[in-house]
Nanobody, 128 residues
Framework: QVQLVESGGGSVQSGGSLRLSCAVSGHSTNFYCMGWFRQAPGKEREGVASFDSDGITSYADSVKGRFTVSQDNAQNSLYLQMNSLKPEDTALYYC??????????????????????WGQGTQVTVSS
């Protein structure tokens, strides 16, 4: 049974940093595309960053230059380094994965329906 488990969330002040991790287990073949989504209260879930198995990344405009997505060589974990955090980054952050490539597709073009595997989320709260 495939499981994605996020960790690393917490509360920080504006300008601070956090590093989210997503541990993957139970899969017999590697995912071709993984991503980070977030959902703030009263808002729809939105894509934050994606990482294709070829190492190609894509970022939402709101986080470009501040967030960095990466993956370990064994593809057992996905990471999201978040710097210069802002109060508007406050949300529940989810890890997602799928067995098809997302190369050439910007994260803005990927929605909840495009990923078949999800974690339970980790809360990030940024105070001003």
């Amino acid at each position: 049974q495939v499981q994605l488990v996020e960790s690393g969330g917490g509360s920080v002040q504006s300008g601070g940093s956090l590093r989210l991790s997503c541990a993957v287990s139970g899969h017999s073949t590697n995912f071709y595309c993984m991503g980070w989504f977030r959902q703030a209260p009263g808002k729809e879930r939105e894509g934050v960053a994606s990482f294709d198995s070829d190492g190609i990344t894509s970022y939402a405009d709101s986080v470009k230059g501040r967030f960095t997505v990466s993956q370990d060589n064994a593809q057992n974990s996905l990471y999201l380094q978040m710097n210069s955090l802002k109060p508007e980054d406050t949300a529940l952050y989810y890890c997602a994965a799928r067995y098809t490539s997302c190369r050439g597709i910007a994260i803005q073009g990927l929605g909840v329906q495009d990923f078949g595997y999800w974690g339970q989320g980790t809360q990030v709260t940024v105070s001003s």
